[in-house]
């Protein structure tokens, strides 16, 4: 049976070839996933359309490197959803090495280490599944 789960995927520009992979892959268990193709009405402020995913979504997922967990756009997305009550799970990006993350990413529900995109969203249902079942 598909899980039905609706998630926020926040990610780096940099990784956004592995990142849409992911949302693909999280789409093969029936997750809902923000952002994905057209999901940004034209002329629709792009802020408007994030804080009202980032309302809607169950589950915050945050993709993080060295460089973009100094990112303003994540820390407002980290903090939307810890305001809201939204569980998040940081993902590490592939390649990205720990040491350069801020630390606040590294204390969330789950914190993962991007591998495939398959494997990854594997982990990702798991911590889904746990935390819904608690």
């Known amino acids: 049976m598909p899980v039905k789960y609706k998630v926020f995927l926040s990610f780096p520009v940099a990784t956004s070839s592995w990142s849409t992979s992911l949302a693909t892959s999280l789409k093969r268990y029936g997750v809902t996933v923000f952002p994905s193709t057209g999901d940004v009405r034209a002329g629709e402020p792009f802020k408007d359309a994030v804080e009202g995913a980032l309302k809607d979504s169950e589950v915050v997922v945050l993709v993080v490197d060295s460089s973009s967990s100094h990112s303003p756009w994540l820390a407002f997305e980290w903090g939307a ?44 249902v798991n911590i889904l599944k746990a935390s819904t079942s608690k």
């Not at 959803?81 to 350069?100: D, H, Q, R, T």
């Open 81 to 124: 959803a810890k305001s809201l009550g939204k569980p998040v799970i940081s993902i590490l990006a592939p390649g990205a090495k720990m040491e350069g993350v801020a630390g606040v990413f590294q204390r969330d529900e789950g914190v993962i280490r991007g591998s495939e995109p398959d494997e990854t969203a594997d982990q990702v």
